[in-house]
């Protein structure tokens, strides 16, 4: 007797089987944020989750689209700004606050991101380093943003006009609504059509030109999408620690996102939230130590770009894909002809 | 064999090459004696300049025994291979556009005696005389290739590795170069030549290989006879 | 512009170029920082971000040698650059060649971490707060111009400045060792196919470099304070000044960095709190117009 359901074929299976691993790692994910502010500090946690924005939107840039953003501190810095001023001195709620703060990250984004893709490689990095620092002065010297003391007691305020955010647990689960958000979006980006011709582009700019891709634009999209993102992060990080302050439109801000990026892994999908937690917390822990933090970052530094490039996700990846490999490798071995004729049974 | 082994100047066995992960020379075998011209035959792809860069040590990686002199430089770096007395004419010319016609030609060192001096030079090439404080790269294609021929005359070198000295050229040009070959054999210098055009090479040629994918395909040791170069030409125009 | 009137209407003509004397002198570290950026980008396709650290580590070698070992001004203008020259050398030698075949962007990267491990330890041991440095007893004191009041020191500084990089220029440009140079900065392999050791070249190259930001910074230590910080600061400026010049040009960088530093000093008189930001507004306008650099010859 024949049975009457149909016969699922292997593509189709293994799609499925795919979706399921995708849903059981968004859940796991979840679930981890879920009760992160349980194992560390509400506050430490929060932080961690900011910077990860900021890193991811790093990332996106650098292990993505090829282009290392150097400069990238100007974004989440003028967000952190912005939301502040607005939160403070407009009485704006946390949401309309953040979108201001994220608004003028992706102008501003817009605009440096046109200027510095007007050179290629090294110039660009250089570029933008360059235009960060002026918006480093501009935040040093302009009024509202209160110069070295920076704009502090910012109001947390109440969410939509009526959930208050005071306690650090609601912030929290704020923020992560907010991180799961910029997440996702950096998610989608790089796993769509634009994902792939990013990809094009970062691998041989030429060759996307010649298949008819209009490279600048492309990088112009990536790039403001990913000061959007850093701004998102900036303008949450306002609001969690009620301040906005310099250290945030600094170089070494700029630095830290790379720092982040390049030991988690550039150019995988989580490597920059876990390096966001490493350095974030390698940063808490050595505060105490003064400058010894800047020393181990840049030992960092030098370790992943000498012989840790693929950063710990990165590597975990490959780990993780090493006995396909060596299946891979025996069967190639296994089905290699042997000079024997044919016929010899 | 190994008669003809010792007394050759270039002596390459079952020499292998990579570009990157790229496995372009296959098992390559030839030998070069003193004062011979011998030719590197083949299409575009064939591996004729990837030999020459392996000879050099201009390539990624190699395997496979390379003897200049009866010393093994499969493994040396190509500065090494250079001041043994070995010279190098590459496929494009190579002249530095910062740099003016004198200073092109006085670039590479002298490594030991017996090389040119400026005013031989000029004599064998007096257009580059003119030419002299003009930018390298404002020369004509001809030109060009004198002065890339020219330049590693001083050195003292007497190997000579020429990478498709005629191509791109009008036929006057070309016959001057035949000319200055023929006058280079003269003088006693061993060369290496690669070139796609076989009429040229079948001039000046005593032995001619022909290369396909890598791999020496045909060895023609008396390269004077008529047919077996219209062999060649039909084979490689195929 | 009613500021700009008032600021025109107080101005005396000492005030003014004394402004653009600090602007030019501020020019010419620009110069010989972007100067030594160029002679190490060209050679080795290395955007050298512990330029700024090197030139910290000459100064305060300087500042250290004076306050440990008595040692004075002079000696150090020849020390400082040699010891850390070789510093250089060495780095070069064992760390930064493993990179070479990478993206120019990991370049970038190590030497941003190098710097980032130079200032952390000097921070560490000095603090952040700068150290004073005493002009030397011979270039103390100044003349009266007339239409300025002319420091000795600031005029020793702009003389070594621009005969160090006229020095330098004329060497890579004209000299029989500058066309290897430059040679190999073109077609490095068939530059060894000639016989030359071409990673000694470069070797030595990043060591001239180096010393180049030692020396600078040795000028430096008793205008500006010597702090470990120092570098940092201005290395991002000097960045800007490769930007608008163009790194492919010898000249190119000496004449940027002193036109930087010119316009600097004219912003200072006539809108001071721009002075700042001013490189990179000019930064933003030369991409604008003419996106290769004023003198920029590799797009």
Request: with cysteine; net charge positive.
């Amino acid at each position: 007797m024949l049975m009457a359901s149909p016969v699922k074929t292997p593509v189709a299976a293994k799609a499925a089987d795919a979706r399921r691993r995708q849903i059981l790692a968004w859940g796991l994910g979840i679930a981890v944020l879920a009760v992160f502010p349980f194992m560390v500090y509400p506050l430490f946690a929060m932080k961690v989750l900011c910077f990860a924005l900021f890193a991811c939107s790093f990332n996106l840039l650098f292990g993505f689209a090829g282009l290392l953003s150097f400069g990238h501190a100007a974004y989440f810095g003028i967000a952190s700004y912005v939301t502040a001023e607005s939160a403070k001195y407009w009485g704006l709620t946390p949401e309309l606050s953040i979108l201001a703060g994220t608004a003028v990250a992706i102008v501003l984004g817009a605009a440096f991101g046109w200027l510095a893709i007007r050179r290629q490689g090294i110039y660009f990095s250089m570029i933008t380093l360059a235009l960060a620092q002026m918006v480093f002065f501009f935040c040093l010297q302009a009024e509202f943003t209160g110069g070295e003391d920076g704009i502090q007691s910012v109001p947390r305020g109440d969410l939509f006009g009526v959930i208050p955010l005071g306690s650090h647990m609601a912030m929290y689960y704020f923020v992560m609504v907010v991180f799961l958000i910029g997440f996702l979006i950096i998610y989608r980006t790089i796993n769509s059509p634009f994902g792939q011709v990013l990809r094009a582009v970062r691998d041989n700019d030429i060759k996307a030109t010649s298949l008819g891709i209009k490279t600048r634009h492309v990088k112009l999209a990536a790039f403001v999408i990913s000061a959007g993102v850093a701004g998102l992060g900036g303008a949450t990080k306002a609001l969690v620690f009620q301040l906005a302050s310099l250290t945030d439109v600094s170089w070494q801000a700029s630095g830290e996102a790379v720092l982040m990026t390049v030991l988690g892994g550039a150019g995988t999908l989580t490597g920059p939230v876990v390096g966001a937690l490493i350095v974030t917390g390698m940063q808490q822990y050595l505060a105490q130590f003064g400058s010894w933090v800047t020393i181990i970052q840049g030992a960092i530094f030098v370790v992943c770009v000498l012989a840790f490039r693929r950063g710990i996700v990165g590597e975990l990846d490959r780990i993780a894909h090493l006995p396909t490999v060596w299946r891979r490798r025996r069967a190639e071995r296994r089905f290699t002809p042997a000079p024997r004729p044919t016929t010899d049974f | 064999m190994t008669n003809e082994a010792t007394s050759a100047v270039l002596c390459v066995r079952d020499l292998h090459g990579w570009y990157g992960d790229s496995h372009v020379l296959h098992a390559v075998s030839f030998d070069v004696r003193p004062g011979q011209l011998v030719t590197l035959l083949g299409r575009n792809g064939a591996g004729k300049s990837t030999t020459l860069k392996a000879m050099m040590g201009l390539l990624d990686k190699r395997r496979g025994s390379i003897l200049f002199r009866g010393k093994e430089t499969i493994a040396a770096q190509a500065n090494q291979i250079a001041r043994q007395g070995l010279a190098y004419c590459p496929e494009d010319r190579g002249i530095f556009a910062t740099l003016s016609v004198e200073e092109n030609l006085r670039l590479p060192p002298k490594i030991r005696d017996g090389g040119m001096g400026i005013e031989a030079i000029y004599r064998l090439f007096p257009n580059l005389k003119d030419r002299a404080k003009s930018v390298g790269t404002k020369l004509s294609g001809g030109e060009q290739q004198m002065l890339a021929i020219a330049r590693i005359l001083r050195t003292g070198a007497d190997t000579l590795l020429l990478d498709e000295p005629t191509e791109g050229l009008a036929p006057v040009i070309v016959k001057q170069i035949g000319a200055v070959i023929r006058e280079l054999k003269g003088l006693g210098y061993t060369i290496l030549l690669v070139e796609q055009n076989i009429k040229f090479a079948a001039k000046v040629a005593d032995q001619h290989y022909v290369l396909e994918n890598g791999r020496v395909v045909e060895h023609i040791p008396h390269a004077a006879h008529a047919d077996e170069v219209r062999g060649i030409a039909n084979y490689l125009h195929a | 512009m009613h500021n700009l009137m008032d600021t025109l209407s107080n101005l005396s003509i000492d005030a003014f170029m004394g402004q653009l004397m600090l602007g030019l002198i501020n020019g010419a570290f620009y110069a010989m920082l972007s100067l030594g950026l160029a002679l190490i980008f060209g050679m080795l396709n290395i955007v050298n971000f512990v330029h700024g650290a090197q030139y910290m580590l000459g100064a305060m070698l300087a500042w250290i040698l004076l306050q440990t070992l008595g040692i004075n001004y002079w000696v150090s203008l020849l020390l400082a650059p040699f010891i850390v020259g070789a510093f250089g050398l060495l780095l070069e030698r064992f760390v930064l060649r493993r990179v070479y075949a990478l993206d120019p962007a990991y370049g970038l990267l190590l030497t941003f971490g190098i710097a980032l491990l130079l200032e952390g330890s000097f921070r560490q041991k000095l603090g952040s707060s700068g150290q004073p440095y005493a002009i030397p007893a011979e270039l103390r004191g100044g003349w009266d111009l007339g239409f300025m009041y002319m420091p000795t020191y600031r005029a020793w500084v702009l003389i070594a400045s621009i005969t160090i990089c006229f020095a330098v220029w004329y060497v890579f440009e004209r000299t029989r060792l500058g066309s290897y140079l430059r040679a190999a900065t073109e077609k490095p392999q068939l530059v060894r196919a000639f016989g030359i050791d071409v990673s000694k070249m470069i070797n030595l190259t990043y060591g001239l470099g180096v010393a180049l930001a030692a020396v600078a910074g040795v000028l430096a230590a008793p205008i500006y304070q010597v702090s470990p910080l120092m570098g940092s600061n201005i290395i991002i400026v000097v960045f800007a000044v490769v930007v608008i010049g163009g790194l492919g040009s010898m000249s190119g960088a000496i004449v940027s960095g002193f036109l930087v530093g010119f316009v600097e000093g004219l912003t200072k008189v006539f809108y001071p709190a721009a002075s700042s930001t001013v490189v990179f507004v000019l930064m933003a306008c030369v991409l604008l117009v003419k996106p290769a650099g004023l003198f920029g010859r590799r797009a």
